[in-house]
């Protein structure tokens, strides 16, 4: 049985980390970014949002690839789609509709989506349209469960494994070199107007995890400059950030600008090198955030949007930067709270239930 990769976890758990705290300052955003609450807070924070969004989500893209690399290892195409189905489309889709109105609530409180006619919607199609609105990061767990599939045909369709033949020549100066493919896929398959559905650079990410970040020798030569290739990124992106200081961070013009796209990837470069030098151990610690990592992140944009919302609505601060400490701290006190009640909730003894109510119902 081959070793469990700890920096892989590890890498995956301080990006949701990151995910966490890039959504406590992109709440109260200034920069033009569409968000729930419309409330606009510090313009000189927004620049932590620029720092972080551009390559959050595809670092994460990229670690599911090389997840999914492993994972199919072990199991055939069609248990692989199932497990997929379960654990991450399935759950999605229910909080879509379970707690999604939230955030779509929201967004009509201060945006007034109806246009003055929400008296004249039946309650239920106003809860319908406010879970489809209220997403929020569960757009993630669509695109990864697209991006499951699209492997899957890739896998069929090549039976050889010339791709898997032809992505281990891959060295350095050619691993370089595929930010221009980066740069190529932002401009491609990307929603309209609120570009979070970004199909292009993700499912890119996505393949390029699964075929040349789950090679060890790559990740080894990625290891043994990493010192040197982490300064470098770090100054990218201090540099990246002033440059683009009140920049609109969400709009297609920055997303797709060969910058963006040069600083996206020397972080994932980095991080891969960097987590393998110092971040390939497991502690209880560790294994709490692993085992709760998709749980907190479906969980904790929600969890923020409440408490941002109590903060605007009633206690009105008179500097605003008590807002974000104390979302800051309700964040990281509430989410593991609420994880923790729904773990316990026994959802299989439920179903079992209804199940078993259902056949004696029949059999009557």
């Not at 919607?121 to 990864?144: C, D, M, Q, R």
């Not at 369709?157 to 791709?163: A, M, P, S, T």
């Not at 200081?245 to 470069?269: D, P």
């Amino acid at each position: 049985m081959e070793k469990r990769k700890h920096y892989l976890d590890n890498i995956r758990w301080i990006t949701l980390c990151f995910v966490i705290i890039y959504h406590i300052f992109y709440i109260f955003n200034s920069s033009g970014v569409v968000s729930n609450i419309g409330v606009t807070g510090i313009k000189e924070l927004d620049s932590i949002c620029v720092f972080i969004y551009p390559w959050i989500m595809c670092l994460l893209f990229v670690v599911s690839g090389v997840s999914t690399n492993y994972s199919l290892k072990s199991k055939t195409n069609k248990e692989f789609i199932k497990d997929r189905a379960k654990r991450i489309l399935v759950p999605s889709l229910i909080g879509i509709f379970v707690y999604g109105w939230i955030s779509g609530w929201t967004t009509n409180y201060y945006g007034d989506i109806f246009a003055g006619n929400g008296s004249m919607i039946p309650v239920p199609i106003k809860y319908i349209i406010f879970s489809l609105i209220g997403i929020g990061p569960l757009w993630y767990a669509h695109v990864l469960f697209i991006a499951s599939l699209l492997i899957v045909l890739v896998r069929k369709i090549d039976k050889n494994k010339k791709l898997d033949i032809l992505f281990s020549k891959i060295n350095l100066p050619l691993l370089f070199s595929l930010v221009l493919l980066v740069w190529g896929s932002s401009f491609i398959l990307n929603t309209p107007v609120v570009t979070v559905y970004r199909f292009g650079i993700y499912l890119l990410m996505f393949l390029l995890g699964y075929y040349i970040f789950s090679d060890d020798e790559i990740i080894e030569k990625l290891e043994k400059i990493s010192i040197q290739m982490g300064i470098i990124t770090f100054i990218i992106g201090i540099t990246f950030t002033i440059v683009n200081y009140g920049a609109n961070f969400g709009s297609n013009e920055f997303l797709t600008n060969i910058f963006t796209n040069i600083y996206i990837w020397f972080v994932i470069l980095s991080a891969f090198g960097l987590a393998k030098k110092f971040l390939d151990f497991e502690n209880k610690f560790t294994k709490y955030m692993n085992k709760n990592n998709f749980s907190f992140y479906v969980l904790h944009y929600t969890i923020q949007i409440i408490i941002a919302f109590v903060l605007v609505e009633y206690f009105k601060f008179s500097h605003f930067l008590f807002n974000y400490i104390i979302l800051f701290i309700g964040t990281i006190i509430i989410l593991p709270i609420v994880t923790e009640i729904l773990k316990r909730i026994p959802i299989n003894y439920i179903t079992n239930s209804y199940r078993n109510l259902k056949k004696n119902t029949n059999s009557k």
